[in-house]
């Protein structure tokens, strides 16, 4: 199932620039990091390249002061890799979602794109897209398996934590036998999921609980409660000194609530956009929602982004949407 | 591992009375109603003996109305049986914790116990007590695949409830890679872990969150946030519509706060006493604070309770003896 061209790139180039999407999550990183564990294994030169430093949350991972932002070492990196050099990106499947990445590996041949996104984009040279799989931590387990390769502890560590973070801690409808059977196998390894659970879930700000008690305060409930919204605004994340990556999560509160099927969490962003999550519970397919907007995702977990205009626009229109897809429209 | 006796007693026994302790969780109901599942398919006649009807909380396991509180049936069963009875007491290592059970138990010989809680007794005729298991769910597929028996898709959800309960989904330390292996092929039988986790964590009321609003605003930290309070009256019960028990878990936000070492969760109860959660991080003993004042617990999870006077003494006290606990005193 992992394309033949993606392993003989893996096995045959000796220069890798692998990148995630702009403000990743722990799937990305982890998924970026246990990577480039894997090549380097393989004796890999390798240059991880990220938009922006790693946010302070996740800073657990042990080589996450390694990624590097700066254009004139990946020019160098690039120099002495000559034509030798491939790029990989990873938990991307839209170009957009590279951010200013988009030039950097655009100049670079060929391109491999690993992800676990439904994407109806073509970009890149060879691609695997695996939207049946919890998260792209999962296929970079396949990847390393496929390449006859024993993941290292460390390079276990960041998958668990890829695939923890992706799932919910195994609560989603992504979880499959085989996401288990691969857990199972990285804490053979030596992860201890308790380390894992108290990086991703007891290391939060105080400002963190100061914005939730602000967000929690925003609910609304529509057609019998089964949509819920919250929101945050630029002004919460003031008041609170709370930054974008402190919110995450807070989506799983209105989720959580018994009869809720959709709900969605609208966040103004430093940038003047919304950026909005959707979750759904099965009843209605929120990539769909989700696309209407420009967006996209998953049948249970999507999302989108607005610009030039408020969150009761957005609100509302978001509304309408859920609304008659829920309905069947 | 599983002692011969036990494998013995399930294969060669053609009655059962199976057993677990008073206010049963997740794991006790859930490896009750699995190894009741599993006997069936042996063809075995099985009793499920609880003390109190199943809470509705736990009504989803589909055969939870089949448990027995009735004495009388229980009598009758054990005529039919006759000398070719069995009795299993499930998750249940100190013989006190099966309530009023204890006397129809002690009627039948021999007492199979399965157990993974650290116990200092020594009751029943065979005893399997695995305190590195992570739940007796866990230990329950372990006696199936022991029986060659290949778990029912009934059984396989049956066990993955006691799992996921046991370990806070895949959370706790407890969670081995067996653990994550056979919840891999209880998936591979069939059960959908986001239809599990949607029993167990997506039930909340709306009533729930803005009691969580109203308590996340209560924050209070001390001694550099390595002490952090929260509290809910009896108002912002009465005002959100919650009851004690959509209080519950509360306790782990504060807790999950990078660099708090205890919290504490003071809840104004309706007879006026104040009950008080304390959780620790491993820096102190929390079960020697909560003794002061007449409670008790483990080291990291202890609680107690105060008559007669309010909140802020109450937070006064504990401060106090929170602070001079971390001070090694």
Excluded at 37 to 55: A, H, N, Y
Excluded at 190 to 203: C, M, T
């Amino acid at each position: 199932m992992i394309p033949e061209e993606i392993l003989q790139t893996f096995r045959e180039k000796t220069h890798f620039v692998v990148a995630t999407h702009m403000h990743p999550d722990g799937d990305a990183l982890g998924s970026l990091l246990g990577l480039i564990e894997i090549l380097k294994q393989m004796d890999k030169k390798v240059f991880g390249l990220v938009e922006e430093p790693v946010p302070d949350f996740y800073r657990f991972f042990p080589q996450s002061a390694q990624l590097n932002t700066s254009r004139a070492d990946l020019h160098d990196f690039l120099r002495a890799g000559g034509s030798d050099a491939a790029a990989v990106a990873l938990d991307c499947g839209e170009i957009e979602r590279l951010g200013s990445l988009q030039v950097a590996l655009a100049a670079i041949k060929p391109l491999v794109v690993i992800d676990h996104h439904q994407t109806h984009q073509n970009y890149g040279d060879y691609r695997w897209i695996e939207p049946a799989s919890s998260s792209t931590g999962e296929m970079i387990y396949e990847v390393c398996e496929a390449l006859g390769q024993t993941p290292t502890l460390r390079c276990a560590f960041d998958l668990y934590v890829a695939i923890v973070s992706d799932t919910g801690s195994f609560r989603y409808e992504c979880t499959g036998a085989r996401t288990l059977e691969i857990a199972a196998r990285l804490v053979g390894a030596g992860v201890n999921p308790q380390e894992v659970a108290s990086h991703l879930y007891d290391n939060y700000k105080v400002a963190r609980l100061k914005l939730m008690e602000m967000v929690l305060g925003t609910l609304r409930l529509h057609e019998e409660n089964s949509i819920a919204f919250i929101h945050v605004t630029r002004e919460m994340f003031a008041k609170s000194g709370a930054l974008a990556e402190d919110a995450e999560g807070f989506i799983d509160y209105p989720r959580a609530l018994a009869g809720v099927k959709v709900s969605a969490f609208l966040k103004e962003m430093p940038d003047d956009t919304i950026s909005v999550s959707l979750r759904a519970k099965g009843a209605c397919d929120v990539s769909e929602v989700a696309k209407r907007f420009g967006g996209g995702g998953h049948r249970n977990a999507a999302g989108c982004r607005f610009n030039g205009i408020g969150l009761e626009d957005v609100h509302n229109r978001l509304h309408r949407a859920i609304s008659s897809a829920l309905q069947g429209g």
